[in-house]
């Protein structure tokens, strides 16, 4: 953190995950930390090659911070895909030294979806964009959040 003689914060710079069993989608915040980018799609099912590509990631782009979207239930009460997202965010921790938060994700890939439609996007390409896209959308809401 720099001097608080009213010099700015050191940014954030944060990635999103979009936990999926077969497709993890991954959003990375440009260098200023003021909006979210979609990045290829991961691997899913190989818990430590996708732990192995996001260590990678917070090296290759330095990452402070990944947020976890948390699949709570519309009740809010954690389910078995939420309790999985808790020992994943763990598990990222460990293995990358990183920050980890989880974030309520309910609705993003909905959202997501429906905007990618909305845009043309339709069928096969928008599965294969849709858990990017996801992600995105959580790592926006949360820089928003901040500036807010």
Known sequence: MLSPRGMAKAKTRAAAIDLG????????????????????LLDGRNRK???????????????????????????????????????????????????VELVDERLTTVEAARRLRDG???????????????AALLLQAWLDGRRG
Request: no cysteine; charged share 25%.
């Open 21 to 40: 069993k077969a497709r993890v989608g991954v959003a990375v915040t440009d260098e200023l930390g003021l909006y979210a980018h979609p990045r290829p």
């Open 49 to 99: 090659a996708l732990l192995e590509a996001l260590a990678a990631l917070a090296r290759d782009e330095g990452l402070t911070r990944f947020l976890v979207g948390l699949p709570l239930e519309m009740n809010g009460d954690e389910g078995p895909a939420a309790r999985r997202a808790v020992a994943f965010a763990q598990a990222l921790a460990d293995a990358t030294g990183v920050e």
């Open 120 to 134: 043309g996007v339709s069928g096969r390409r928008s599965k294969e964009r849709v858990d990017g896209a996801a």
